[in-house]
């Protein structure tokens, strides 16, 4: 790298609007969207789809609900144009959706694209060429108006060919490709230019798309851009407005944002991101963002884990476990002050009277994208205790009591240090089941019992093997736990003072189980926990008192 990097690149110039407006806007609505994931999308890929799967990546686009959907460049060769006239001919684009097409601004290739779309209910045709300085001077070497003349032409061979086959919905789309770099008066005239052509109206309106081709600066800057072009073109009424971002620098997502807050009506992009060098802007990002503040997309992403293997299979690119909301990590949390505060959450909206989200660390619910919460939190050497009581309560149903949930959070640390790997549910289960539950190996272990006496005054008698030899022992009390306590101490067990006793119901109706959780101090002044699970609440109390016992 250069330690003077402004000897080899320039910043890029401010856009002159000092009354700009969009900063005060917000997104009210959902634009029109547009996949290119057949076309631009395609073309990015180092082994481009067969027919086969841009059937299921285009029958999945349908799915998901998009309306307008670029399906190729049908003068690129055999396999685009046999596909695009293959699925006009198939029957199986819905009758709401429109097809478009991709063309450079060629009467040929103009030609080709129209015969590939004849039979088509309705298809957009798109029309481009490049109008930016360095294109005009590196690319073509031709001068402002050579560069005009090209879209004019290009949008005579438009008017004409739509003219001969009236039985199609046509509209047309003219791109004045690299807008983003441009400069921004020319861009407007030759998109006026390509107007005075076609002559739209606010009933069949033109679409200009202003593509930021390169992404070379950042996101205000291309607001301004819009914005700008939005208030100075005449007709504007007679137009769409649409956005076709890259991701160079990173913020495709902001600047298609930004540029529907500046006036345009309508968004381009691939679903994940696909696209050339960085991708194209991410329609499901920018549709769930949206939908976090409340709007409606127009797009169904309710299954998020089917759009994410379709497009993967399609695309033979994997999905980074970071995609925002697509990626299998996006709603994981392995911090343990994040996994507390997100499980803290969910236990406030449990006594929610509304279903308003207010989850921490989670801007949406996952269930809302048919995924689960059993990833939300996972466990390694990072988490504390709120991740593994999380675990133990999802996957077992143990709301484990917050004094047990650090002393078992040490366990579980231990054991993570020990593997220096992800600990899942099973790992922790059988960790817990070590330290808590009966074993055999147990120095106590319950056979039986029987309870009897008066209000508090209850007297424990219970068949227990002490050491591997079976004994009875019995003890009286004020109640059934303080009666198992009396019996252990007055049978060579330990003396325990019971400080805190928990329990519940894990499940409902006749199967289900009762857990009980005690916390004890010894005569020396440590402090035990014990767990007992029965089908019978008193029995798992008394299991519980035991537990504690082995571990004293």
Same mark, same amino acid.
């Given at each position: 790298?250069?330690?003077?990097?402004? &000897?080899?690149? #320039?910043?890029?110039?401010?856009?002159?609007?000092?009354? $700009?407006?969009?900063?005060?806007?917000?997104?009210?609505?959902?634009?029109?969207?547009? =996949?290119?994931?057949?076309?631009?999308?395609?073309?990015?890929?180092?082994?481009?789809?067969?027919?086969?799967?841009?059937?299921?990546?285009?029958?999945?686009?349908?799915?998901?609900?998009?309306?307008?959907?670029?399906?190729?460049?049908?003068?690129?060769?055999?396999?685009?144009?046999?596909?695009?006239?293959?699925?006009?001919?198939?029957?199986?684009?819905?009758?709401?959706?429109?097809?478009?097409?991709?063309?450079?601004?060629?009467?040929?290739?103009?030609?080709?694209?129209?015969?590939?779309?004849?039979?088509?209910?309705?298809?957009?045709?798109?029309?481009?060429?490049?109008?930016?300085? %360095?294109?005009?001077?590196?690319?073509?070497?031709?001068?402002?108006?050579?560069?005009?003349?090209?879209?004019?032409?290009?949008?005579?061979?438009?008017?004409?060919?739509?003219?001969?086959?009236?039985?199609?919905?046509?509209?047309?789309?003219? =791109?004045?490709?690299?807008? &983003?770099?441009?400069?921004?008066?020319?861009?407007?005239?030759?998109?006026?230019?390509?107007?005075?052509?076609?002559?739209?109206?606010?009933?069949?309106?033109?679409?200009?798309?202003?593509?930021?081709?390169?992404?070379?600066?950042?996101?205000?800057?291309?607001?301004?851009?819009?914005?700008?072009?939005?208030?100075?073109?005449?007709?504007?009424?007679?137009?769409?407005?649409?956005?076709?971002?890259?991701?160079?620098?990173?913020?495709?997502?902001?600047?298609?944002?930004?540029?529907?807050?500046?006036?345009?009506?309508?968004?381009?992009?691939?679903?994940?991101?696909?696209?050339?060098?960085?991708?194209?802007?991410?329609?499901?990002?920018?549709?769930?963002?949206?939908?976090?503040?409340?709007?409606?997309?127009?797009?169904?992403?309710?299954?998020?884990?089917?759009?994410?293997?379709?497009?993967?299979?399609?695309?033979?690119?994997?999905?980074?476990?970071?995609?925002?909301?697509?990626?299998?990590?996006?709603?994981?949390?392995?911090?343990?002050?994040?996994?507390?505060?997100? #499980?803290?959450?969910?236990?406030?909206?449990?006594?929610?009277?509304?279903?308003?989200?207010?989850?921490?660390?989670?801007?949406?619910?996952?269930?809302?994208?048919? #995924?689960?919460?059993?990833?939300?939190?996972?466990?390694?050497?990072?988490?504390?205790?709120?991740?593994?009581?999380?675990?133990?309560?999802?996957?077992?149903?143990?709301?484990?009591?917050?004094?047990?949930?650090?002393?078992?959070?040490?366990?579980?640390?231990?054991?993570?240090?020990?593997? =220096?790997?992800?600990?899942?549910?099973?790992?922790?289960?059988?960790?817990?089941?070590?330290?808590?539950?009966? $074993?055999?190996?147990?120095?106590?272990?319950?056979? /039986?019992?029987?309870?009897?006496?008066?209000?508090?005054?209850?007297?424990?008698?219970?068949?227990? %093997?002490?050491?591997?030899?079976? $004994?009875?022992? =019995?003890?009286?009390?004020?109640?059934?736990?303080?009666?198992?306590?009396?019996?252990?101490? /007055?049978?060579?067990?330990?003396?325990?003072?019971?400080?805190?006793?928990?329990?519940?119901?894990?499940?409902?109706?006749? /199967?289900?189980?009762?857990?009980?959780?005690?916390?004890? #101090?010894?005569?020396?002044?440590?402090?035990?926990?014990?767990?007992?699970?029965?089908?019978?609440?008193?029995?798992?109390?008394?299991?519980?008192?035991?537990?504690?016992?082995?571990?004293?």
């Amino acid at each position: 790298m250069l330690r003077d990097p402004s &000897s080899k690149y #320039r910043p890029f110039p401010a856009v002159d609007l000092p009354d $700009r407006t969009w900063p005060s806007r917000t997104i009210t609505r959902a634009p029109r969207w547009l =996949s290119t994931d057949l076309r631009d999308g395609n073309q990015a890929l180092i082994d481009p789809m067969d027919a086969e799967k841009k059937t299921r990546l285009f029958d999945l686009l349908c799915k998901v609900g998009l309306k307008e959907i670029e399906v190729g460049f049908p003068s690129a060769g055999a396999t685009e144009y046999d596909f695009i006239t293959g699925l006009v001919a198939s029957g199986r684009i819905p009758h709401d959706v429109t097809i478009q097409v991709l063309t450079q601004s060629r009467r040929d290739l103009i030609e080709t694209s129209f015969a590939s779309l004849k039979g088509a209910m309705s298809a957009i045709v798109h029309l481009y060429n490049a109008v930016s300085p %360095a294109w005009r001077r590196i690319v073509f070497g031709m001068t402002r108006a050579q560069v005009k003349q090209i879209a004019i032409d290009g949008a005579k061979v438009l008017r004409d060919e739509a003219a001969r086959q009236p039985d199609v919905a046509w509209q047309f789309e003219y =791109s004045p490709e690299t807008f &983003s770099t441009a400069e921004l008066d020319f861009s407007l005239e030759v998109c006026e230019a390509v107007m005075d052509v076609l002559q739209p109206t606010p009933e069949r309106p033109i679409i200009f798309n202003l593509p930021a081709t390169v992404e070379c600066a950042t996101p205000n800057v291309y607001a301004d851009q819009i914005e700008w072009f939005a208030r100075h073109l005449r007709n504007r009424d007679a137009c769409v407005l649409s956005l076709h971002t890259h991701n160079d620098r990173g913020t495709g997502v902001a600047a298609a944002e930004l540029g529907l807050m500046a006036g345009a009506d309508r968004v381009e992009g691939c679903l994940l991101g696909n696209g050339e060098r960085t991708g194209n802007c991410d329609l499901v990002t920018v549709a769930l963002n949206m939908y976090t503040q409340g709007l409606d997309p127009k797009l169904d992403l309710s299954d998020i884990d089917a759009v994410v293997k379709t497009v993967t299979y399609c695309t033979n690119i994997p999905v980074h476990p970071r995609t925002p909301y697509a990626g299998d990590l996006v709603f994981t949390a392995f911090s343990g002050s994040h996994q507390d505060a997100i #499980r803290k959450g969910f236990a406030a909206r449990d006594q929610q009277n509304d279903e308003a989200w207010e989850v921490p660390y989670l801007p949406i619910d996952p269930a809302d994208l048919g #995924r689960s919460y059993e990833a939300v939190i996972r466990v390694n050497s990072q988490s504390g205790k709120g991740g593994v009581a999380w675990v133990i309560e999802q996957d077992k149903g143990l709301k484990l009591p917050k004094r047990l949930q650090a002393d078992f959070s040490r366990h579980v640390q231990a054991l993570a240090d020990e593997t =220096s790997r992800e600990l899942n549910a099973a790992d922790i289960w059988a960790r817990f089941e070590s330290v808590y539950l009966p $074993r055999a190996t147990d120095r106590f272990v319950l056979r /039986d019992y029987e309870e009897s006496g008066t209000a508090g005054q209850r007297v424990f008698v219970g068949r227990v %093997a002490v050491g591997g030899e079976e $004994r009875s022992i =019995s003890g009286r009390g004020n109640g059934l736990i303080s009666g198992v306590v009396a019996a252990l101490a /007055d049978s060579t067990g330990p003396a325990l003072d019971v400080v805190d006793y928990n329990e519940h119901a894990i499940g409902h109706g006749a /199967d289900a189980q009762a857990a009980a959780y005690v916390e004890c #101090r010894t005569a020396d002044g440590r402090t035990v926990f014990g767990v007992g699970l029965d089908t019978d609440i008193a029995t798992a109390s008394v299991r519980a008192v035991l537990s504690a016992a082995n571990r004293a």
